[in-house]
């Protein structure tokens, strides 16, 4: 006779299940790190090292890690709704145009703290406006909300690609992007912040997003477990009849959650426009979006897991970075792969260990008791 289904302790759930899924991930990169003639061991010490190793390094890996903690929580906002939103790419790609109109039209007139607040208002509510109608066809109309954000994820990149060419492009230039900000259209960097602390992140462009990011975490974990709109998401998400017949109104909990994953999703374009490259350019999201999917899977869609997964994949995408340049055998393609791979069993695969585990954890539930 089955054991019956034991309900997990959270530290099997959001420690122990994960772990176990990036060690598989990990494992199997490492037999085809092994098979291509290199030593695992070492190209772990080295990821490690050109993720944390120096400053630098460190600076580069939070920057990323801002980037995917906004598509994170845009994934996981959505996740709270029974909303599985992959069109983060796109809502971000459209965030970013709210942020340069600010950035253009004010960066010669206004001081930079005058101007990121516009910035902030713009890119949310592009990326809300452009999850708005995958979340009003999905609440009127019941078409897929899963279809319609990767559609329109392709009608953001040929809508930036005609603005870039056509409308942003300044005269006489042959690269499809804005024109450059001046310096009051561009958020601080933190190296300020980090001297004191011995830390020299040299060139990377870490920048005050990264604080944003953090603020959005505390504002999104308020929101989703303090407040009633809150809990009638996650009422909705659970179980959709059961909220329905509680009273809850399907339009209303869709389009908040859309609404609200595509600001999140819009705020991303912060970091690499107004932080980084201070212009608008073509793919400056660089696959955010879709990383922000196994960010929210890893991080159990809870704000602090979304900071630890950010981090993991910030790790993962500056090491990755280092190790390809230490050892040329380990090619970019290779690291895109590993990455992949961790992708791969903390999305797809999530459930591949847990039955085992419950099953292990109910057979030990009485003596524990």
């Known amino acids: 006779m089955s054991l019956p289904a034991a309900k997990l302790p959270r530290w099997i759930d959001y420690g122990l299940i994960p772990l176990l899924n990036l060690t598989a991930a990990f494992?199997?990169?490492?037999?085809?790190?092994?098979?291509?003639?290199?030593?695992?061991?070492?190209?772990?010490?080295?990821?490690?090292?050109g993720a944390f190793g120096f400053g630098e390094g460190i600076g580069f890996t939070l920057f990323y890690a801002t980037s995917f903690i906004f598509t994170g929580l845009s994934v996981a906002v959505a996740f709270h709704?029974?909303?599985?939103?992959?069109?983060?790419?796109?809502?971000?790609?459209?965030?970013?145009?709210?942020?340069?109109?600010?950035?253009?039209?004010?960066?010669?007139?206004?001081?930079?703290?005058?101007?990121?607040?516009?910035?902030?208002?713009?890119?949310?509510?592009?990326?809300a406006?452009?999850?708005?109608?995958?979340?009003?066809?999905?609440?009127?109309?019941?078409?897929?909300?899963?279809?319609?954000?990767?559609?329109?994820?392709?009608?953001?990149?040929?809508?930036?690609?005609?603005?870039?060419?056509?409308?942003?492009?300044?005269?006489?230039s042959m690269q499809t992007e804005s024109r450059t900000f001046e310096e009051a259209g561009r958020l601080p960097r933190l190296d300020w912040l980090l001297e004191p602390l011995g830390i020299d992140?040299?060139?990377?462009?870490?920048?005050?997003?990264?604080f944003l990011a953090l603020a959005a975490c505390l504002l999104v974990w308020a929101l989703i477990w303090r407040t009633r709109l809150g809990y009638e998401i996650r009422a909705f998400g659970h179980n959709r009849?059961?909220?329905?017949?509680?009273?809850?109104?399907?339009?209303?909990?869709t389009m908040a959650?859309?609404?609200?994953?595509?600001?999140?999703?819009?705020?991303?374009?912060?970091?690499?426009?107004?932080?980084?490259?201070?212009?608008?350019?073509?793919?400056?999201?660089?696959?955010?979006?879709?990383?922000?999917?196994?960010?929210?899977?890893?991080g159990r869609a809870h704000p602090l897991g979304i900071i630890l997964a950010a981090l993991l994949f910030g790790a993962l995408y500056q090491g990755g970075a280092e190790l390809a340049?230490?050892?040329?055998?380990?090619?970019?393609?290779?690291?895109?792969?590993?990455?992949?791979?961790?992708i791969f069993f903390t999305g797809a695969l999530e459930h591949l260990f847990r039955p085992g585990v419950a099953r292990l954890y109910a057979r030990l539930l009485p003596k524990a008791a």
């Open 27 to 49: 494992g199997l990169a490492g037999l085809v790190v092994l098979l291509i003639g290199e030593s695992p061991i070492e190209a772990v010490e080295i990821l490690l090292w």
């Open 81 to 127: 709704a029974g909303l599985f939103n992959i069109g983060g790419e796109g809502q971000a790609y459209v965030g970013g145009l709210g942020v340069a109109l600010a950035c253009l039209a004010l960066d010669r007139y206004l001081p930079w703290w005058l101007i990121a607040p516009l910035a902030v208002a713009g890119g949310a509510l592009f990326g």
């Open 129 to 172: 406006a452009w999850a708005a109608i995958p979340g009003y066809l999905q609440a009127a109309r019941g078409s897929h909300v899963v279809i319609t954000t990767i559609m329109f994820n392709f009608i953001a990149s040929s809508l930036m690609v005609y603005l870039l060419a056509q409308v942003f492009r300044p005269e006489g």
């Open 201 to 210: 992140v040299g060139g990377a462009p870490l920048n005050l997003s990264l």
């Open 241 to 253: 009849d059961a909220a329905v017949y509680a009273g809850i109104r399907p339009m209303k909990v």
């Open 257 to 298: 959650a859309m609404l609200l994953a595509g600001g999140l999703a819009g705020l991303m374009a912060l970091n690499p426009v107004m932080g980084d490259q201070a212009r608008l350019q073509l793919d400056f999201p660089a696959g955010a979006g879709f990383v922000g999917i196994a960010v929210a899977l890893m």
């Open 325 to 342: 340049f230490e050892k040329p055998g380990i090619t970019r393609d290779l690291i895109v792969a590993i990455q992949g791979l961790v």
